[in-house]
């Protein structure tokens, strides 16, 4: 399980939630990712063939796992996370690209302090 705690609203919440009885698989990131909810309950699941985690959330309460199977995760997975950041990051820029903006030496700093300029 991946939580994260953010600042949202109590009218932001989705509630009640209940999954279960199946297989989950096949996802990119998360087999499950859980935002904004309150009152969910997984049970009697298989969650495989994801990417990074089975489990993953933000700002969630009153969750109950039970009888869950987790993995494997996906064996067709790159051996560099290198992959999936750049996957990931590959969209902003198309987003960026195709609103017109022209790159020169753009630089962009992540939350790590790592910096690296577009050309």
Do not use: W
Request: with cysteine; hydrophobic share 35%.
């Amino acid at each position: 399980l991946q939580s994260q705690t953010q600042q949202t609203s109590s009218t932001d919440y989705i509630s009640n939630i209940f999954i279960h009885d199946g297989v989950i698989g096949l996802s990119s990131y998360s087999g499950i990712q859980l935002n904004n909810v309150n009152d969910i309950k997984l049970e009697r699941l298989r969650i495989c063939d994801f990417d990074v985690v089975a489990v993953a959330g933000n700002d969630f309460t009153n969750a109950n796992f039970d009888k869950l199977i987790i993995g494997p995760s996906s064996t067709d997975m790159k051996p560099s996370d290198y992959y999936t950041q750049g996957r990931l990051l590959s969209y902003a820029l198309f987003d960026l690209l195709s609103d017109g903006l022209d790159i020169g030496d753009e630089v962009i700093t992540f939350k790590n302090g790592i910096q690296y300029t577009l050309k």
